[in-house]
């Protein structure tokens, strides 16, 4: 099949779903006509705002890997498409960051900035979420986050530095095709972070940890209707489990539970004391804690879950099938106290929908 017989055929296809769901079908005739003689002119065709929008919000209601798909329609879309410069959308980066943070009230987002042209290199934000701390390297240790080593020593031969502590944010870098990637330091006013305390530990607070508020995530590709966006980083808010079992408590991330334990007073010499279990629910104890006292929107687990069967029930009711890959919708913390570790779900993809790529820097080209 050639190139522009497929694209009309997922562009008929995304079109056609789109003006239903969004009750123009009067328009629809029309529109198929005009992307079919622009994609038999150029190679290629331009979404509406209209259909970036929608087409935005049936990506993440397809993301089969997220639990917080029930505020699908409530996704709000920054079209950053006619940006040019890599200093124009790194400041479209920044803005996003202060709109989705909103003072802690945090606004599910998205920025699409161009997509793939047969005639243009792709624009990459390398990042794979917007705001992350650095992972530095020293003496068989990390200090920061191990899992941005990789990105950290990329930065750095880019040319930026950090000051070495653990909660160092790394700067944004966007690469247009084939140029030189480019680094911005994100200012500090717009990162919103959280200190964390535990309502009950006092000696909590001494660790002197914190995260911030929002999870923008960066590295992955929009496929809507046969066009490709490779840039458009999109958030919603945590789940305290990502933060408190996963980006705190990994062995291979902060590993924080060794020292919870040790000031809780528990016996770590054998597993059957279950003190990773009691160290686990009281560091997301403290998460959750520490981000209501903040007035920054989170979201325990049980009640994910809820909303999520809130989700399930309104796609049958829309007479969509729901698709989701279980081991990501279970939450790392008592998995089988929600329905959904009870329940068995199809990993089918649905377009249009969220692509991890290839992080740039990880290339025999850099």
Avoid at 151 to 160: D, K
Avoid at 187 to 195: F, H, L, M, T
Avoid at 328 to 333: D, N, Q, R, T
Wanted: charge should be negative; proline fraction near 6%.
């Amino acid at each position: 099949m050639e190139e522009k017989e497929r694209l009309q055929l997922e562009a008929e296809s995304f079109l056609t779903k789109c003006y239903e769901e969004l009750g123009s079908t009067e328009e629809l005739s029309k529109r198929l006509e005009e992307v079919r003689k622009e994609i038999d002119k150029t190679g290629t065709y331009v979404h509406t705002t209209k259909e970036l929008a929608h087409g935005a919000r049936m990506a993440w209601r397809n993301s089969n890997r997220c639990i917080g798909r029930l505020f699908w329609e409530s996704l709000h879309v920054l079209d950053c498409r006619h940006l040019q410069t890599e200093e124009e959308m790194a400041e479209a980066l920044v803005d996003h960051i202060t709109y989705a943070t909103n003072d802690g009230k945090i606004l599910p987002t998205i920025s699409v900035f161009r997509p793939r042209h047969p005639n243009k290199g792709d624009v990459r934000i390398w990042n794979q979420q917007l705001i992350r701390y650095a992972g530095y390297e020293e003496g068989g240790q990390v200090i920061g986050d191990p899992i941005s080593t990789k990105f950290t020593q990329a930065c750095e031969r880019l040319g930026w530095s950090g000051e070495r502590t653990p909660f160092d944010v790394l700067p944004l870098v966007i690469q247009d095709g084939a140029k030189p990637a480019k680094w911005f330091t994100i200012p500090k006013e717009s990162v919103k972070e959280v200190p964390l305390r535990h309502p009950e530990y006092d000696w909590f607070a001494g660790f002197q940890l914190k995260w911030y508020a929002v999870p923008i995530v960066s590295n992955m590709r929009l496929e809507m209707g046969g066009i490709h966006y490779p840039a458009a980083p999109f958030n919603g808010w945590y789940m305290g489990t990502e933060i408190g079992a996963r980006n705190l408590a990994d062995e291979d991330r902060y590993n924080i539970l060794p020292k919870m334990a040790e000031h809780m007073g528990l016996p770590t010499g054998k597993d059957s004391t279950l003190w990773k279990d009691k160290a686990l629910v009281e560091l997301n104890v403290a998460i959750l804690y520490s981000y209501k006292q903040e007035g920054v929107s989170i979201v325990d687990h049980h009640t994910a879950a809820k909303q999520f069967a809130r989700f399930e029930q309104a796609e049958q009711a829309a007479n969509r099938k729901v698709t989701g890959r279980w081991s990501w919708l279970i939450p790392p913390v008592s998995p089988a106290t929600t329905h959904i570790f009870h329940h068995e779900y199809e990993d089918e993809t649905v377009l249009p929908n969220y692509f991890y790529q290839p992080a740039p820097y990880e290339s025999d080209t850099f």
